[in-house]
């Protein structure tokens, strides 16, 4: 796994889901959830899948983190 690539996309991933959570459309949270259990059904569907599901966890682990900064009061 390249790892500058999994935290750059979980970097773009996450913007996107701030601009949907502000506009109204769905949540960050939300986004973050459905890539874990997208990265769920990758793990079940067979060894072949396993690396798609580690990215995936990744990008719903980075998306989460942002979604809780968010949340987070500012100082």
Do not use: N
């Not at 500058?4 to 973050?32: H, P, R, Y």
């Amino acid at each position: 796994m390249d790892e500058d690539a999994v935290f750059a996309f979980g970097s773009a991933l996450a913007a996107i889901a701030g601009l949907l959570e502000e506009k109204g459309v769905c949540t960050a949270t939300e986004i973050s959830q459905s890539l874990g259990h997208a990265a769920m059904v990758h793990l079940k569907a067979g060894e072949r899948y396993k690396p798609r599901a580690h990215y995936l966890r990744a990008w719903a682990v980075s998306v989460k983190a942002a979604a809780d900064g968010m949340k987070t009061p500012q100082h």
